[in-house]
């Protein structure tokens, strides 16, 4: 279940710079226990960075990634994946099929490119420390 958003809230998110939205990121994904993609009839939107990388964008929230879906993604719908899911299928899929991650682009398509292990250590540093506390 996705939390409540406000234009206020995501107007202050988008203006973080791309390492603070990443943070931003795995705080909510935590939080939530769940990683928002678009999805359109063909499966997965996926990107190539200018350094000709294939990646998948993910966001924290239904409407973030459904701001992203103008233009030439329009088609494409908000779709959740359980945190679960995503640490135990897809990181492994992702990393065999070498595809990056791209966290939490705006749509001015600025955001961090990482690869799928770097962000499940991000994820499982965050998980660890909520358990401590």
């Not at 909510?28 to 993609?37: F, L, M, P």
């Amino acid at each position: 279940m996705s939390y409540p958003l406000t234009e206020q809230d995501k107007t202050t998110v988008l203006q973080l710079n791309d390492n603070e939205r990443f943070n931003h990121f795995v705080n909510r994904v935590c939080e939530q226990d769940e990683i928002w993609i678009l999805t359109d009839e063909h499966g997965c939107m996926m990107l190539t960075t200018d350094d000709d990388e294939d990646c998948i964008p993910v966001w924290p929230h239904a409407d973030y990634a459904r701001d992203w879906a103008k233009g030439d993604w329009q088609n494409c719908t908000p779709e959740a994946i359980s945190l679960n899911v995503w640490l135990k299928r897809w990181v492994p899929g992702m990393t065999d099929d070498e595809l990056l991650v791209a966290v939490f682009p705006t749509p001015d398509e600025t955001g961090v490119v990482v690869d799928p292990h770097e962000l499940k250590d991000a994820l499982d540093r965050k998980k660890s420390q909520g358990r401590r506390n």
